[in-house]
C-alpha cells in the first residue's frame, strides 16, 4: 500500500529557529514529491522536486529530495511566526497525489 | 494571479440528500482533481479527471459520487445520497500536466457538513 510519513507530527519553535521537516514515501510508479503549506484551509503550492539531490529554494524555504532512500526535507530557515501552518508532504503518482498527515508547525514569537 | 475557486464555501445537508460541489479550474488547465480532507484527519484523493472522462479514482469513489464538466469551465462533483461520514472538507484541483512535470493548485474548499 502507498504510503507517506511525516515527521515530526507537530513542532514548536521561536521566531528565528531553523526547523527540518521530514518526509519518507513509499509509492508505487513514484513520479514527483510535492511540498504544500495548509493555513486555514486549501494547500498551497511549495515545491515540486522531480530529480534526487537538486534543492529547490524559496527565500528562507528550502527542500531536497532522496530517491534512494526514499526522502525528502524541507528547511525552514529564520522562522516567522506568519510560518506557522501545516506543512504537507505529498508524493505524485499516475496523477493523483498520496498526502501525508502534516506537521503542524508553530512558531512563537 | 490564475486560481481554482470552489462554490458554495460551506453546504450543510440532511442526511440522504444530494449535494453538488462546483469548482472553476484554472483555465488552461488540462487535468482536474478532487480530493477530501476529513476533520483531523489527512487529504484524500478522490478522483482525477481528463478530456471528459475519469482518469483514475480512489477507493473512497464509490457509486454514490460522481464527476462532471457539464460545459468549459466548471467541474462538479455529485454526492447522490450522503451519509454522515461524507462531512468533510472537499478541494477541487487542476494541473496543466498529469501531476508528473507539474503541480496540482488547489481551490479553497467546500465545507460539507452532513447532519
Same mark, same amino acid.
Given at each position: 500500500e502507498d504510503k507517506v510519513v511525516q515527521s515530526p507530527l507537530s513542532l514548536v519553535v521561536h521566531e528565528g529557529d531553523t526547523v527540518t521537516l521530514n518526509c519518507s514515501y513509499e509509492v508505487t510508479n513514484f513520479r514527483s514529491l510535492l511540498w504544500y503549506k495548509q493555513e486555514k484551509k486549501a494547500p498551497t503550492f511549495l515545491f515540486m522536486l522531480t530529480s534526487s539531490g537538486i534543492e529547490k529554494k524559496s527565500g528562507r524555504l528550502s527542500s531536497i529530495l532522496d530517491k534512494k532512500e526514499l526522502f525528502s526535507i524541507l528547511n525552514i530557515t529564520a522562522t516567522q511566526t506568519g510560518d506557522s501552518a501545516i506543512y504537507l508532504c505529498a508524493a505524485g503518482s499516475q496523477g493523483n497525489l498520496i498526502f501525508g498527515k502534516g506537521t503542524k508547525l508553530s512558531v512563537k514569537p | 494571479e490564475p486560481e481554482v475557486t470552489q462554490t458554495p464555501s460551506h453546504q450543510v $445537508?440532511?442526511?440522504?440528500q444530494e449535494v453538488i460541489l462546483r469548482c472553476v479550474p484554472i483555465s488552461n488547465h488540462l #487535468?482536474? #482533481?478532487w480530493y477530501r480532507q476529513i476533520l483531523g484527519q489527512k487529504v484524500e484523493f478522490l478522483v482525477s479527471f481528463y478530456n471528459n472522462e475519469i482518469s483514475e479514482k480512489s477507493e473512497i469513489f464509490d457509486d454514490q459520487f460522481s464527476v462532471e464538466r457539464p460545459d468549459g469551465s466548471n467541474f $462538479?462533483?455529485?454526492i447522490r445520497s450522503t451519509k454522515l461520514e461524507d462531512s468533510a472538507m472537499y478541494f477541487c484541483a487542476s494541473s496543466w500536466e498529469r501531476g508528473l512535470?507539474? $503541480?496540482q493548485y488547489f481551490g479553497?474548499? $467546500?465545507?460539507l457538513t452532513v447532519l
Open positions: - | $445537508t440532511q442526511m440522504g #487535468y482536474f #482533481y $462538479t462533483l455529485k512535470t507539474d $503541480t479553497p474548499g $467546500t465545507r
